[in-house]
């Protein structure tokens, strides 16, 4: 349903009116030196628009999570009501009804969720009202087992406005216009609420505020440019343009917009910047790609996807329905788009960037509170870390690329959220650099390296920034582009920075750019494609490698590379260099690096877990936090180290194989 004032009428819903103006919240400082929150405590909280967005696009990360005990709330913006019809194949077409629609598709979430903790599908769970910001309310359903707990909260907004306008969209474009909440069948709400754009964000903020999450998954902000027919886009649910459906687009926004408006509202107030590491995933993207899981992941995802479908047989306690019938069964796995077949992150990283200091620790730099941070070793070799630095720049993207200069210093790159307005306003995003004085010291001021694209909806596609750099001294920096190509900026030796130029040639490559430099002084550049693995030498391309369904890694050799990688959705680790040689299975990105004993490899299995191999052994990651994003491979004379983040937004050093201190 669709609320307006009566000066609005309906040429506002028409998109003729001019919106109102702009209300501006607090916006964030990229200034460095803020105090960050200190939490050793793990909270997972995702914000999805559609019950049913996390088991297709967040697992099997959340699961993870969940596995290892870590307590979760997952926020559904919209009530998923759509046209009303709980359809059931092969069965005559039920008339509409959407509090009995929305109503079934809860209680699908929550017989997925109950198998997730290891329970039967029909667990009771305790329904309440959770006031909100405002004075707004939502229904939140709450299931604690063996220690583990969710949460579920839902705002109910509607898919739809009277006028068959997605509603989401139009809100974050802001039509001048409000939506009032759907009433779902059997909820405890029996009122409903209005929300407006600021509203809905501010909403969203004090729900972050309130549970102060350490990690954060969301849909994508910036889905890929996708250009179909008219026939085409419907026929894969997309919106005009891009790769997703416009209601994941729109709540992600609102969600990031809500991560930067909690994070300024700490810089204004007493309070310290929220320590949290966010993760946004791609959506419908996954149909136009290889897909990347391996069978036994698959059908472990897939496996929660089906008591969410449920089935009108069930006996589940629910008078409005036992799940989302459409979704039931075997058709997960049998649905042509083949979204549970991959999950991918809109950003993917290498892990933390690890540096040795001169005096032989290590510095850890990560993305906390979307402001780059920094962890130093408390001692050389200890492997325990002090607490983050706040290096500012933000608010940024999650991940980071560096590179090392000759003289030891360290260059962070990173995307920055310039901003992120909705209402008409811009939404624009830069490539940074933040800068180091010298070698383990302090950092310059944060420098802007502008996009390779022109305009800002293209430049919202940049991805993750990569960097390398070659013997020559020069910087080798790397995105991806808005036409899923690579373009590339180098910074001489003396500081100065080339204009952006785009490589030759394109085979659609994912994000998760891989850079290398071999024995002669050339230069690597690995992207996994459509059709192939892309691969450039000093900016010209090479032959294709194979295909792959993840990023790729790459080993240096005299002169060359060994590229490691996964067919699509195979388990088994593969090099390009010995198509006989199977190193270990699982599944997700991998880092690659050489020492004295070999090539060393870093993963994760296929329960999640970080793995390491080298010299023929296999190690595996049982103790400690459970990882978040991917892990950083380090090469040290005391033997290889893994660095990652945990779900307590804390970094963790693992050393498998054990040396002597040095």
């Not at 419908?284 to 897909?291: F, I, L, T, V």
């Not at 590179?403 to 995003?429: E, I, Q, S, W, Y």
């Not at 302090?442 to 502008?450: K, V, Y």
């Not at 005391?638 to 990652?644: E, K, M, S």
Request: charged share 20%; aromatic share 6%; with cysteine.
């Amino acid at each position: 349903m669709l609320a307006t004032a009566a000066a609005i009428g309906a040429a506002a819903l028409a998109g003729c009116s001019v919106p109102a103006p702009r209300r501006t919240g607090p916006t964030a400082d990229p200034a460095p030196g803020m105090p960050i929150a200190r939490t050793r405590r793990a909270q997972l909280m995702q914000f999805a628009a559609h019950p049913d967005d996390d088991l297709y696009f967040m697992n099997p990360d959340t699961q993870r999570m969940l596995d290892a005990g870590v307590p979760l709330v997952s926020v559904y913006v919209t009530a998923g009501e759509h046209t009303g019809r709980n359809r059931v194949a092969g069965m005559p077409e039920v008339p509409p009804d959407r509090a009995a629609y929305s109503s079934a598709r809860h209680q699908g979430l929550r017989q997925a969720y109950a198998t997730l903790l290891g329970l039967d599908a029909f667990t009771p769970w305790q329904k309440d009202v959770i006031t909100l910001r405002g004075g707004r309310r939502a229904e939140i359903d709450t299931l604690v087992h063996d220690g583990r707990r969710v949460e579920l909260i839902f705002l109910n907004l509607p898919m739809h406005t009277s006028r068959r306008y997605m509603a989401l969209p139009a809100l974050w474009k802001d039509r001048a216009l409000e939506l009032r909440t759907h009433l779902s069948a059997d909820s405890p709400v029996e009122r409903s609420d209005t929300y407006d754009h600021d509203q809905l964000i501010d909403v969203l903020v004090g729900l972050l505020d309130r549970y102060r999450p350490t990690v954060v998954q969301t849909l994508d902000p910036d889905p890929d440019i996708q250009v179909s027919d008219e026939a085409t886009r419907k026929r894969d649910s997309e919106q005009p343009g891009y790769s997703d459906h416009g209601d994941h687009t729109a709540v992600a926004c609102f969600s990031w917009a809500a991560l930067i408006r909690w994070v300024a509202e700490a810089q204004k107030g007493p309070g310290a910047i929220p320590a949290f590491v966010a993760t946004a995933f791609r959506g419908y993207y996954n149909r136009h790609w290889p897909k990347n899981l391996p069978p036994q992941v698959l059908k472990e995802k897939a496996g929660h996807l089906v008591p969410y479908g449920g089935d009108p047989s069930w006996e589940c306690g629910n008078p409005s329905g036992c799940g989302d019938y459409g979704v039931g069964g075997d058709r997960p796995l049998t649905n042509w788009k083949g979204w549970v077949r991959a999950t991918h992150h809109r950003w993917p990283g290498a892990g933390p960037a690890v540096v040795a200091r001169p005096d032989g620790r290590l510095d850890a730099y990560g993305v906390l509170g979307l402001r780059a941070v920094r962890w130093q070793e408390t001692e050389k070799g200890s492997g325990r870390w002090g607490e983050p630095v706040d290096l500012g720049g933000g608010p940024l993207a999650p991940a980071l690329g560096s590179a090392t200069l000759p003289d030891g210093r360290a260059l962070l790159f990173g995307v920055r959220f310039a901003a992120l307005a909705g209402r008409g306003g811009p939404n624009k995003r830069e490539v940074v650099l933040l800068e180091q004085r010298s070698p383990g010291g302090p950092f310059l001021a944060w420098r802007g390296l502008g996009s390779p694209e022109r305009g800002d909806d293209r430049g919202r596609r940049v991805g993750v920034p990569v960097a390398v750099t070659a013997p020559d001294g020069r910087v080798h920096l790397f995105v991806r582009n808005a036409d899923k190509g690579v373009s590339t900026r180098v910074r001489d030796a003396d500081g100065a920075w080339s204009a952006w130029r785009a490589l030759e040639g394109t085979d659609e490559v994912q994000d998760g750019l891989a850079a290398a430099v071999d024995g002669a002084g050339r230069v690597h550049l690995l992207a996994a494609g459509r059709a192939s693995v892309v691969h450039w030498v000093d900016g010209t391309l090479a032959g294709p490698l194979p295909l792959a369904g993840d990023p790729v890694a790459a080993v240096p050799g005299p002169d060359g590379v060994a590229v490691y990688y996964r067919k699509p959705a195979d388990k088994t680790l593969l090099a390009s260099t010995d198509s006989g040689n199977a190193f270990f299975d699982g599944y997700g990105s991998v880092a690659a690096g050489a020492d004295a004993s070999g090539t060393v490899l870093l993963g994760r299995d296929l329960r999640g877990r970080i793995q390491l191999r080298q010299g023929g052994r296999l190690h595996t990651r049982t103790q400690g936090t459970v990882a978040v994003q991917a892990a950083a491979l380090h090469l040290v004379p005391g033997g290889p180290l893994a660095v990652g983040l945990g779900a307590d937004a804390h970094p963790w050093l693992w050393r498998p194989v054990s040396a002597p201190r040095l």
